[in-house]
């Protein structure tokens, strides 16, 4: 069954640390790639996504993420986080060509900054 | 403004009594879903539509039934709600280009069943 792997379920950095979250899915053909964060008590925002063309795409809020199809890694980063990007990262993956544009969603990654 | 809605945002209901969440998009968007969230689990698909009249099951139907009767409306029906739906409900929607593109989410409605 297609999954997809989020690494970390739990995340604790001081601001303007580094952030990298991992994300892998298991599906040999084409995806589409996504991020969604979800602040607290709030709805899923897309931050960022990939459909094709240059792997390395930027989001907003200076979040990025790399796709590496060999690996089968979609992973986030940020160079310096804030206190504001406290929130739950989702992965989700469409692999695109299947039966109903079934969004897979990794369990999700909670990310507490502290100030 | 382009957006998403579902109504109620908050319900509390006993066993076994019928409700219905009604989800509607503005975006005239062909590709509609549910989603229900728990704690560990992320986010699952319940339902999903691609377009009016077609309509399909995703990863956790059991227990919910759908309609698509109009490409903006998709509301998710529970006729006899029980404990383990008690939940976190996300509709969204996405046009769809060769594919499903980016999911566009509601505001979530938040389900307790006693």
């Known amino acids: 069954a297609q999954s997809v792997s989020q690494h970390n379920h739990h995340v604790i950095l001081s601001e303007a640390a580094s952030l990298e979250l991992g994300c892998n899915y298991s599906y040999g053909g084409t995806v589409n790639l996504f991020w969604y964060v979800q602040y607290p008590g709030q709805h899923l925002q897309l931050l960022l996504k990939y459909f094709s063309g240059d792997p390395l795409v930027k989001g907003i809020k200076g979040f990025e993420a790399e796709f590496i199809k060999s690996k089968f890694s979609f992973n986030l980063r940020k160079p310096s986080v804030q206190w504001s990007d406290t929130a739950e990262y989702f992965c989700a993956v469409i692999p695109i060509y299947n039966q109903g544009g079934k969004l897979i969603f990794g369990q999700g990654t909670e990310l507490s900054v502290k100030p | 403004e382009a957006q998403v809605t579902q109504n109620p945002r908050y319900l509390i209901t006993v066993t076994g009594k019928k409700l219905t969440v009604t989800c509607s998009q503005n975006?005239?968007?062909?590709?509609m879903s549910w989603y229900r969230q728990d704690p560990g689990l992320g986010l699952r698909q319940i339902y999903y539509?691609?377009?009016?009249?077609?309509?399909d099951k995703g990863d956790v139907p059991e227990g919910y039934k759908v309609s698509r009767k109009e490409k903006r409306n998709f509301p998710l029906i529970l006729e006899s709600p029980s404990p383990n739906q008690t939940s976190l409900y996300f509709c969204?929607?996405?046009?769809?280009?060769?594919?499903?593109?980016?999911?566009?989410f509601g505001p979530g409605t938040r389900l307790t069943v006693l």
């Open positions: 969204a929607s996405s046009p769809v280009v060769a594919g499903v593109r980016e999911q566009f």
């Open positions: 539509s691609m377009n009016v009249e077609v309509t």
């Open positions: 975006m005239n968007h062909e590709y």
